[in-house]
């Protein structure tokens, strides 16, 4: 999605590069630093720079317009203080049209929305990452081994653990993971929510990559226009003295449009957005669907229904009842001792980073621009427990982007290849090298 985004970009700034030059002459050669700047501008918001956009899209009109002015009036000797005069006095008369509006509100739009569904996908990977490196309880580790090989020191090496018993003991070691869930989801949920946006009220295919286009009719608008506003402006300026220079040849007004490629980009964005929130409704309840996905790809229990497995004891049924999901259901967990008042910090902290930037999708999703400051910014603890305390924390996270002025951090640097990457992996490497090394442990035991 970003690289569509930013060839849109591209593309809208090379029209400008190709056409301009042979449509207005000098009004475009001798301004040209400006719409460089407009692109650049809008690239840097883009990638999460502390940039105010409807500021820096007042500040190319305001620009377009002093140099275009002076152009237009080539006779006159125009100052630097005229010119601060006729910004103010042509404003109200709208010479470029309704263009700069009507822009300033649907580029605003796209933009917070495009950037927020990127940075959304950037957190989600970020938190799979960080939960992914939390160890395991040695309580836990004792429980798979006995899960994985006790079995095979009975003699019963072609038995599969109970599916039931495989449930309790991964549900048990894995309960903070499944604490993401709630969170999790709602992230997931907000980025189609986005999404919807982008391909639809905010399409960044008709509003980003139009952007020469809107610049041109704004132009024209100016052209039409000049005689009646340089009018006003001498009235409510006065008239500027006759250049000692002599007047030079009004360079010619060019006519034409500018127009986009034959091939439209618009089905390639409403793919990648349908593609997208099929993967994201597939994510919505990762942590909670990993206990039975390590139980049938990685542990191949048996089915719920045998009565032939290994139960922990011997060959049989498992009787016990399977635990929820989560910290607080463990407290009976017949196979893993969790001590379900000490939460893992880390995942705590993943949590909060979920509901940071879902809200910041919830602002992007009606149009408000968001604060990117990372979150991991402020829950800056090493995870050991030593950090502030969640209510704490939350107290000081919970500033509303709606009551202060945005301020907005570079966005991370993408570490792997996004969530998609990270759930291909489907388990959490912790548990992976636990499952790894068990062959050696279980010798160790044996001896």
């Given amino acids: 999605f970003s690289g569509y985004f930013q060839d849109l970009l591209n593309k809208s700034e090379k029209a400008v590069y190709d056409a301009f030059p042979s449509m207005y002459g000098e009004l475009y050669t001798q301004n040209m ?36 002015f002076k152009l237009l009036n080539p006779q ?57 490196q939390v160890t395991l309880s040695h309580e836990c580790t004792r429980a798979i081994m006995k899960l994985m090989y006790c079995p095979h020191c009975r003699g019963m090496s072609t038995v599969k653990p109970c599916n039931n018993y495989c449930l309790n003991v991964v549900k048990g070691c894995l309960a ?53 506003l340089t009018a006003k402006v001498f009235q409510g300026c006065g008239n500027p003295k006759i250049s000692t220079k002599g007047s030079s040849s009004e360079d010619k007004k060019r006519r034409g449009k500018v127009t986009l490629e034959a091939k439209s980009s618009a089905q390639i964005l409403e793919t990648l957005v349908l593609d997208a929130k099929g993967n994201l409704t597939a994510l919505k309840t990762y942590w909670i669907t990993l206990p039975s996905s390590l139980c049938s790809k990685k542990v191949m229990a048996s089915s719920a229904a045998d009565d032939k497995c290994w139960n922990g004891m011997t060959k049989g049924s498992y009787l016990p009842e399977v635990m929820g999901d989560g910290l607080a259901n463990q407290i009976n967990n017949p196979e893993v001792e ?17 509901k940071i930037m879902t809200n910041r999708l919830g602002n992007a999703n009606i149009g408000n621009d968001v604060d990117f400051q990372d979150a991991s910014d402020d829950m800056s603890g090493s995870g ?32 792997g290849h996004g969530i998609q990457g990270a759930s291909n992996r489907s388990l959490p490497s912790a548990f992976l090298l636990l499952l790894s090394l068990a062959p050696t442990a279980a010798h160790h035991l044996w001896r």
């Fill in 176 to 228: 903070n993971q499944a604490d993401l869930n709630t969170e999790w989801k709602y992230l997931m949920d907000s980025l189609m929510g986005v999404a919807d946006r982008i391909n639809g009220p905010y399409n960044v295919d008709t509003v980003i990559g139009t952007i020469h286009m809107r610049i041109t009719e704004a132009i024209s608008n100016l052209q039409e226009n000049k005689d009646s």
């Fill in 384 to 415: 050991s427990g030593d950090s502030c305390p969640e209510d704490v924390c939350g107290k000081r996270l919970s500033k509303s982007p709606s009551t202060r002025q945005p301020e907005t951090h570079a966005i991370p640097k993408q570490s």
């Fill in 338 to 354: 969790v001590d379900i008042t000490k939460p893992d910090m880390t995942i705590r902290q993943q949590i909060m980073q979920l």
């Fill in 76 to 132: 006159y000797h125009i100052t630097d203080e005229y010119l601060d005069c006729m910004v103010k006095h042509a404003e109200q008369h709208r010479p470029f049209g309704e263009v700069p509006r009507d822009l300033k509100v649907k580029a605003t739009r796209a933009f917070i929305a495009a950037r927020s569904y990127a940075q959304g996908f950037l957190v989600g990977s970020d938190v799979v990452r960080k939960v992914s």
């Fill in 33 to 68: 630093k400006v719409f460089k700047d407009l692109y650049s501008e809008l690239r840097r918001y883009y990638r999460g720079s502390n940039i105010n956009l409807e500021e820096a899209l007042n500040e190319f009109w305001t620009r377009l317009l002093e140099r275009l």
